[in-house]
């Protein structure tokens, strides 16, 4: 870094000595692109009532040179901070990233078919941001499971009470075997349709609604709300309690190696919980494929929705599902995650 100088020099008077007043003023930019923000450092140093300034921006920066004047009221404060010796640092807001456009953009590289629709969400808990991409109601397949377990144990903490043994088994096949038997005989037990929404109501959940009578993998929702939903079961600040985020927790990480397919693709290893949907539209023939969980990549966490309509096959949709997670995780995790992935043929 540099920053001017006044070169100073002392006439030769044998007779007489004149003291001179000297007056400098140094500003210097020190641009540093930290994870908090950029930081600008100005050292100043005055004295008389003349001011020179002059700024060197870092090579990484376009900053216009600072100018300094003593006449302000800030331009008196730093002077006399300047004169105690003092240094003042002025923090400069972060530059504002649009996640949603850097997720947009990492869409580009995924194929998604004529027929299909896709929408997704992803949350850097570390950090609080997020980003989605598309919108729209979707059904909700198997993914609804866990919300319905969501459901039954905040039903059971409101009642004072752990699951019944019955309650556990049904929990268990729902989640890691997602069998629909179970699942029908614990949306029976959480009151339905009513039931799921009131507790959605609670959870955060505003666009989603529950499907009538026992069809429950004709619940709507939306990527945005998964994306709550999972909040609620990963995060500290849920309705739910420690012991019943622990327990849905560990069933999500616990899957049947026939799922193992959907956001665990954007994780590094086998670091992830999830919950996958998948539905053959009976009318059209087309598929609905969803995929809703938490992935860790280079030791963080990510939570991940995916939601999917109109897909030709199961394949080509699970494809699709798992190209849309590395894009949504490659918004934070960066090179840690591909967005390269396509839908195969």
């Known amino acids: 870094m540099e920053s001017s100088r006044a070169d100073l020099s002392r006439p030769s008077r044998p007779l007489r000595r004149r003291t001179l007043m000297y007056t400098a003023l140094a500003s210097i930019a020190v641009l540093g692109g930290t994870a908090a923000g950029t930081v600008y450092v100005k050292a100043q140093a005055h004295s008389g009532t003349s001011a020179v300034s002059s700024a060197t921006p870092s090579a990484s920066s376009s900053a216009s040179p600072s100018v300094s004047s003593s006449s302000s009221p800030s331009g008196l404060a730093a002077a006399s901070a300047a004169a105690n010796g003092e240094t003042s640092v002025e923090p400069v807001a972060k530059p504002t990233v649009d996640h949603d456009d850097v997720l947009a953009d990492a869409m580009k590289s995924v194929s998604v078919e004529d027929s299909a629709v896709v929408s997704a969400a992803v949350l850097d808990p570390d950090s609080g941001e997020s980003a989605s991409y598309g919108d729209g109601a979707f059904d909700t397949a198997s993914i609804v499971k866990v919300d319905i377990l969501a459901t039954l144990l905040l039903q059971a903490q409101d009642a004072d009470r752990h699951l019944t043994a019955r309650e556990k088994s049904y929990a268990t096949s729902m989640i890691e075997n997602s069998d629909n038997a179970s699942a029908s005989a614990l949306w029976r037990i959480i009151g339905k349709a009513d039931g799921l929404d009131a507790a959605n109501e609670r959870l ?142």
């Open 204 to 345: 955060g959940l505003t666009d989603t609604e529950g499907g009538d009578d026992m069809l429950w993998g004709l619940t709507q929702t939306t990527a945005a709300d998964q994306l709550t939903l999972l909040q609620q079961v990963f995060g500290d600040d849920s309705e739910l309690s420690e012991a019943s985020r622990t327990y849905l927790q560990g069933l999500m990480g616990q899957i049947a190696v026939d799922q193992h397919w959907g956001v665990s693709a954007a994780a590094d290893g086998s670091g992830w919980a999830l919950k996958n949907g998948w539905l053959p539209r009976s009318r059209t023939g087309l598929w609905d494929i969803n995929s809703i969980g938490r992935v860790t990549v280079a030791g963080h966490d990510y939570l991940v929705a995916v939601l999917s309509k109109g897909n030709s096959t199961q394949a080509k949709g699970i494809s699709l599902a798992e190209a849309v997670a590395r894009a949504a995780v490659s918004v934070f995790a960066g090179d840690g995650a591909s967005a390269s992935a396509t839908v195969s043929p």
